[in-house]
Every structure is written in C-alpha cells, then in structure tokens.
C-alpha cells in the first residue's frame, strides 16, 4: 500500500511539472547572447571566420596547364553530325554554344577542328565531308562571337577513327568535328 501511494503521488506531480516543464520557451536572438555592456569600454571588434579553402584563380589555373592536359580534361565538346550530312544538329548547336562560352572565358586559346566521318564511303568522298563538318563548325563558332583568326580545320575523313567497330553507335562516334587546343 506503501508503493501504491507513492506511485500516484509521484505521477500526480509529474502531471503538474510536465506541462511547466515542456512549455516552449520564446526563440533567441543574438541580443539575448551579447555580453551586457559595460560603461567606458571598447566594443569588441569581431572578424568573420576564415574561408574554409582559399580562392583561385580557376583562368591561371586552366591557362598554366600543358596542351596534352587540356585536351584530355575535355572543357571542349565534339559536335556530332548525322549520317551523310554536315549540317549541325540541335544537340551539336548546344555543345557548340558551351564550348564558345568556355572559348570567350580565355580569348589566347587557339583550336583544331578536326572533321571526321565514319568508315562509309570512298576516301575521297569522307574527305570532303569531313571538311565541310569542320567548316560548319567553324561557321557556327563565329556565329557565337569566337574569331575564326582562332580556329582552324583539317579533314581527316574517315582515317582516324574514334572507335573502331562496324556498329551504328560506334560510326556515330565518328560522325564528328572533334576540338584540338593548339596554343594557349
């Protein structure tokens, strides 16, 4: 009998301090925080804390490195073409306008546009192709505002291919104007 009075006289008073307890108390602000002031003192001057990374310059970063490196980092995208045709489709504008963005960020860049095309066709023919895809790349480029003074072409036609298997997927990688950087 002993316990059970101590069992409700305990959850009676539990039921009275809860609700004082869980009351929600009103949000701080940072003039809740500030150390009282005190009369003939300085304030204190507070400094931001420090970055956590120091900035760079991502433009010298990109221009201090090798040609081979930034051809292999891929900041240029290929325009890819369609079977038989030089004219730039929708996704290659696309690419096309990334890439005169990132050609406009670091107007020394100097580039090859190499035309290629896939192993169909006579030698002669994928030459000429392959001239007219660079050549409409180029166009376009100077459309967006990059100087053709910065952009050269070559044909390679069909004699250096990207991918080497008789697939559509893989002539389609071939069907291309691929981007050199030449000087920087």
Sequence with gaps: MHRNAIFVGLTASLLVVAP????????????????????GSAPVDVKPPAAT?????????????????????GYLHDAYFDYDASSLRDDARTALSTDAQWLKKYPSMKILL????????????????GER????????LDSLGIAPSRVET????KEKPFCEDETDVCRQDNRR????VVAK
């Design 53 to 73: 990374a120091p900035r760079t310059d991502q433009t010298q970063d990109v221009l201090s490195e090798d040609l081979a490196t930034l051809n292999k980092k």
């Design 20 to 39: 004082i307890a869980c009351k929600k108390k009103p949000p701080t602000t940072a003039a809740d925080h500030a150390p009282a002031a005190t009369s």
């Design 177 to 180: 104007a691929h981007f050199l």
């Design 154 to 157: 070559v044909s390679y036609g």
């Design 114 to 129: 190499e035309g290629h095309c896939d192993d169909r066709g006579t030698e002669a023919y994928n030459l000429s192709l």
């Design 133 to 140: 895809r660079a050549n409409a790349t180029r166009e376009y």
